[in-house]
């Protein structure tokens, strides 16, 4: 996704915006994060300078035609130039959906019902709509929502956006009568996403990674594993070409053995790109969840060591200390264990986003009364 | 879309700090206020990009 932020075709849009990149580790945003809420990363907002409301909001990855559109209707809508009540009330959703998403919810549906005949964001509506009752956890009505819509969608990336969160609804809940349902409506869709040119890696990503999960929850564990083999094939034929690819593919590989497999498989992969990203903390966490994985419990422990070493920010430094601790459990070494996860705490309560912070906190303090 | 709530998995693409872009898009890091100020006297939406290094 960054590499879209820095494609030539957006240069036109270079003195239309104030251009502001906000971290989830650096403490100076915590005010930002507190006010706006932000539940996945990346997640994208424009906001108007006048009275700091959001003009449009869209949590997850975005085509460069999807990112254009957001620009545009963010512009739109904070000179609020060319609106009508539909466009309003899309971005009165947009405004709510990070921090009441049950508000927004009630806007796209507003958004849908206001909608003239041939309005040009229809389909980002539907999109929304299915994605806040899949941030508001109406885990059926999100995933029936997105299959009865993205039937009738036009094959574009929206298209692949609400087949996407469908199947995160589904993945998110037990099996049922009613997801078994909506799976058997969904799983040709996504399979046809598959096939589109439009549908962007991370939505590829996040197909198989929920396919995957849902077989596993129907015992199917075969489909599992071709689903994993095709994901993965995937990701072995492409070459990066940045440090930020590569750390994109290796965080695909890790959420495919997650999802079902030998961690062993992506080994060879993740010490490569450790090597290769001598300053990435991030790359040697990686590799250190997978060797924890593989219960090779001493490589865990110097893999987090070389993370620590490499400057990790207070949620780093809280991940990489909880992984040493599972590890040095695991070998019996418990007072060590101990320390590493009181060094995880005090990191874990230096974490900018609250979220992070709190579910982080409460983590480590259940260790530690282990 | 990758939730925060899978914390143990490395979640986003990872960034170092951002290059000259092609786009010739001037980006502010880490500084909301600094942002606002100059959004207000420019009169400018601002776009903003939460990312997480992990």
Known sequence: MRDLLDHSDLAGYAGQFVWLEISYDAPENRAFLTKYGAEATPTFFVIAPQDEQVTAMQPGAMSLDQLKQFLDRGASGAYARNQTPADAALMRGDNLRAQQPADAVTAYREALRLAPTNWPRRQLAETSFVEALQDNSQWQQCAETSASEAAHMTRDDLFASAVVAGLWCLASTDRSPWSDAALQKLQPLAEEALTLPATVRDHRDEIYRTLMKLSVARNDNAAAAKFGDRWLAELDAIKPDSDEQRSALDIARVENVQAFGKPERILPELKTSELAMPNNYIASLRLAQMELAAKHFDDTVAACDRGLARAPGANGRAWLLQIKARALREEGKTPEARRALQAALQAAQEIPNQGSREMNVDSIKKALQQ | ?54
């Open chain 2, 1 to 54: 879309m990758r939730k925060l709530a899978m914390w143990m998995v490395p979640l986003a693409l990872v960034a170092a700090a951002l290059p000259a872009s092609a786009a010739g898009l001037s980006w502010i890091k880490d500084n909301y206020p600094k942002a606002l100020a100059e959004a207000k006297q420019r009169n400018l939406p601002m776009f903003v990009e939460v990312w997480a290094p992990w």
